[in-house]
């Protein structure tokens, strides 16, 4: 039996911090500790305050994995056009798929999972 890698985190200690997108914040699962860097997952919700501006971007992925718990958020996707993810709604973001963010409820909780934790995220001109 092995314990290396276990983890748990608890919603009553949970901390939220400024992260990749100003309009969101991030809870950090400790999962990318417990993987040693192969998975990262956090819980985002909506910066009381935070000014949305949704910029067309990719992220160097090899999985990534959105699921709502709370709420809704909307994106447009390279191909797909608009798509709206509410309570229990669920996408697999393939990797480099061209997306931004058009707008979500204030109250909004997405748990989200992705693999390099690491993963790099660049700007682009446009979602086509």
Known sequence: MTTKGFVVTHARDAQFVKGLRAFFEYRDLKIDQA?????IAHVIRAAP??????????????????????????????????????????????????????G???????????????FKTEEVDRVD
Do not use: N
């Not at 979500?104 to 690491?118: G, K, R, T």
């Open 104 to 118: 979500h409820s204030d109250d909004v909780e997405i748990l989200e999972i992705v693999m390099p934790a690491d």
């Open 49 to 102: 305050g935070g000014e949305f501006v949704g910029k067309p971007h990719v992220h160097d992925t090899q999985f990534q994995f959105v699921y709502v718990l709370k709420g809704w958020v909307e994106f447009e996707y390279e191909g797909q056009g608009t798509v709206r993810l509410e309570q229990g709604s669920c996408v697999y973001q393939p990797p480099m798929i061209r997306h931004r963010e058009i």
């Open 35 to 39: 993987t040693e860097g192969r998975v």
